[in-house]
């Protein structure tokens, strides 16, 4: 008979054998000695004193000089040296002050950078923004080939880690820009692993710009609007294309339609170019109506008008045909601008179907068939996606003005304009007439300011064309 276990008696779990501790390896460290430090450094240091000369040669040659006439002349002999290089240099900034900034102040400048904001900052920002790669625990960083620097700007030189591409920085702009201290930063791909880029050192965009003054000759090509971040005009093609603008509410795109007008009133006056306008918030474009050859307001002016410069065009490539293959402005077929703000009144928001296809349909005839006859559209736009304007592929020239959303940028400028630089949504909306354009044989955007055209200035054109009109 088997036995009872006692109620107080203690259940005994079976439990695992401990195993005995597992065996641990550590890999031992080792004191470097110091001769192989020092030849560390000196394997370091020898290549940087032989590149020294070749990229610092003015620098290398008068601490040379100096340190020869020191030696030669002593104290005195070096002081009198000095003067004298000091006085050279005073003339010289006093009487070609353009030329010794180009030659001396620049690259002082630049060599100045190049050593103290980013050959000292080079290697953290990288880590940090995701730039430098690692192979069999050892770290690759981009080098730095040279800093050049502008009256605005560094252009930061680099050689690229293979394997790597352009793009790597191109989407890591906005964390070079700030970890350099930059307003901004801009990529520019200049060959194999061969990239630019350049930091602003300031923004020279920030003040207004005044109106410019009228070409008394105006290239209908290239007409100055208003001035581009490094300083140079900046020319808005119109004979031969058709722009488009887009920004919202306050981004400046009158500044833009009224500096292309009042680049080309002089063309205005003597008849060899006429603006067509289409104003439907009758606010913008009624207070220079002296200038245009025809205005509308209402949707179905608008459309009228639209449709009459469709005919205009017809007729006058039927005259064209077998004959002429470039228009020349002239007082029979004067250049003909149709400038329609707020484009999207009559191709999306108006409540009538037959008023919005009819207006995509002049639209799309005009930006299609009209360049080759001296025809031009210039519109202007709030919302650039494809449901509010879906004929917007057909111009060829865009500006991209203050926008609400990041993914517009792409949408005007194209596919990967935000990534080269052109931040249009970040503009301040202190900064009307600031945008981002891509100019003729370059696919970087490049930051613009339009001038602003004051009522003033309108009224001074519109009573010099009814002048010439009288």
């Given at each position: 008979?088997?036995?009872?276990?006692?109620n107080?008696?203690?259940q005994v779990?079976?439990?695992a054998?401990v195993?005995?501790?597992s065996?641990?390896?550590?890999?031992?460290?080792?004191?470097?000695?110091?001769?192989?430090?020092l030849?560390?450094?000196?394997?370091?240091?020898?290549?940087?004193?032989l590149?020294?000369?070749?990229?610092?040669?003015?620098?290398?040659?008068s601490?040379?000089?100096?340190?020869?006439?020191?030696?030669y002349t002593?104290?005195?002999?070096?002081a009198v040296?000095?003067?004298i290089?000091?006085?050279v240099?005073?003339?010289?900034?006093?009487?070609?002050?353009r030329s010794?900034?180009?030659?001396?102040?620049?690259?002082?400048?630049?060599?100045w950078?190049?050593?103290w904001?980013?050959?000292?900052h080079?290697?953290?920002?990288?880590?940090?923004?995701?730039?430098?790669?690692?192979?069999?625990?050892?770290q690759?960083?981009?080098r730095?080939?040279?800093?050049?620097?502008?009256a605005?700007?560094?252009?930061?030189r680099?050689?690229?880690?293979?394997?790597?591409?352009p793009?790597?920085f191109?989407?890591?702009?906005?964390e070079?820009?700030?970890?350099?201290?930059?307003?901004?930063?801009?990529?520019?791909?200049?060959?194999?692993?061969?990239?630019?880029?350049?930091f602003?050192?300031?923004?020279?965009?920030?003040d207004?710009i005044?109106?410019l003054p009228?070409?008394e000759?105006?290239?209908?090509?290239a007409?100055?609007?208003?001035?581009?971040?490094?300083g140079?005009?900046?020319?808005?093609?119109?004979h031969?294309t058709?722009?488009?603008?887009?920004?919202?509410t306050?981004?400046?795109?009158?500044?833009?339609?009224?500096?292309?007008?009042?680049?080309?009133?002089?063309a205005?006056?003597v008849?060899?170019?006429?603006?067509?306008?289409?104003?439907?918030?009758?606010?913008?474009?009624?207070y220079?109506?002296?200038?245009?050859?025809?205005?509308?307001?209402?949707?179905?002016?608008?459309?009228?008008?639209?449709?009459?410069?469709?005919a205009?065009?017809?007729?006058?490539a039927?005259?064209?045909?077998?004959?002429?293959?470039?228009?020349?402005?002239?007082?029979?077929?004067?250049?003909?601008v149709?400038?329609?703000?707020?484009v999207?009144?009559?191709?999306?928001?108006?409540?009538?179907?037959d008023i919005?296809?009819r207006?995509?349909?002049?639209?799309?005839?005009?930006?299609?068939?009209?360049?080759?006859?001296?025809?031009?559209?210039?519109?202007?736009?709030?919302?650039?996606?494809?449901?509010v304007?879906?004929l917007?592929?057909?111009f060829?020239d865009?500006?991209?003005?203050?926008?609400?959303?990041?993914?517009?940028?792409?949408?005007v400028?194209?596919?990967?304009?935000?990534?080269?630089?052109?931040?249009?949504h970040?503009?301040?909306?202190?900064?009307?007439?600031?945008g981002?354009?891509?100019?003729?044989?370059?696919?970087?955007p490049?930051?613009?300011?339009?001038?602003?055209?004051?009522?003033?200035?309108i009224?001074?054109?519109?009573?010099?064309?009814?002048?010439?009109?009288g």
């Open positions: 008979m088997l036995g009872r276990k006692s107080g008696a203690a779990q079976p439990t054998p195993p005995a501790q065996f641990r390896f550590a890999t031992p460290v080792v004191q470097t000695p110091g001769v192989f430090i030849a560390g450094w000196m394997w370091r240091l020898v290549p940087f004193l590149v020294l000369p070749f990229r610092f040669p003015v620098a290398v040659m601490v040379a000089v100096s340190v020869a006439l020191w030696h002593g104290w005195l002999g070096l040296a000095w003067s290089a000091d006085a240099l005073l003339v010289w900034w006093r009487r070609w002050p010794f900034r180009d030659r001396v102040a620049l690259r002082v400048l630049a060599a950078r190049w050593a904001t980013y050959q000292r080079w290697q953290p920002v990288l880590v940090v923004s995701g730039l430098a790669e690692s192979y069999l625990e050892r690759y960083l981009p730095i080939r040279g800093v050049t620097c502008s605005w700007a560094d252009r930061v680099v050689r690229i880690v293979a394997g790597t591409s793009a790597d191109q989407k890591r702009v906005t070079l820009a700030h970890g350099f201290g930059a307003p901004s930063c801009r990529v520019e791909v200049r060959g194999p692993r061969d990239v630019v880029l350049e602003p050192r300031y923004d020279t965009l920030a207004p005044d109106a009228i070409p000759e105006p290239d209908l090509a007409l100055p609007v208003g001035i581009c971040e490094d140079e005009p900046w020319f808005l093609r119109l031969g058709h722009v488009l603008t887009v920004g919202v306050g981004a400046g795109k009158g500044s833009v339609l009224w500096s292309a007008i009042r680049a080309m009133s002089s205005i006056e008849g060899i170019a006429e603006v067509w306008a289409i104003d439907p918030k009758r606010m913008e474009l009624s220079g109506l002296a200038l245009f050859a025809h205005y509308a307001a209402d949707a179905e002016s608008a459309v009228a008008l639209l449709e009459a410069a469709v205009a065009m017809q007729e006058r039927e005259r064209y045909a077998g004959r002429q293959r470039v228009h020349t402005p002239t007082t029979r077929d004067p250049f003909t149709i400038v329609l703000d707020e999207a009144f009559l191709t999306a928001y108006h409540p009538d179907r919005r296809r207006a995509e349909n002049a639209i799309a005839t005009l930006t299609s068939q009209g360049r080759s006859v001296g025809f031009c559209v210039l519109a202007a736009l709030q919302d650039p996606r494809k449901e304007l879906n917007r592929n057909l060829p865009k500006i991209a003005l203050r926008l609400d959303e990041a993914s517009q940028v792409d949408m400028l194209g596919e990967g304009a935000r990534d080269r630089g052109a931040n249009a970040l503009i301040d909306p202190e900064l009307p007439g600031v981002f354009v891509k100019l003729e044989g370059s696919p970087v490049v930051r613009v300011r339009a001038a602003f055209v004051s009522d003033t200035h009224d001074a054109m519109a009573d010099a064309v009814a002048g010439a009109e």
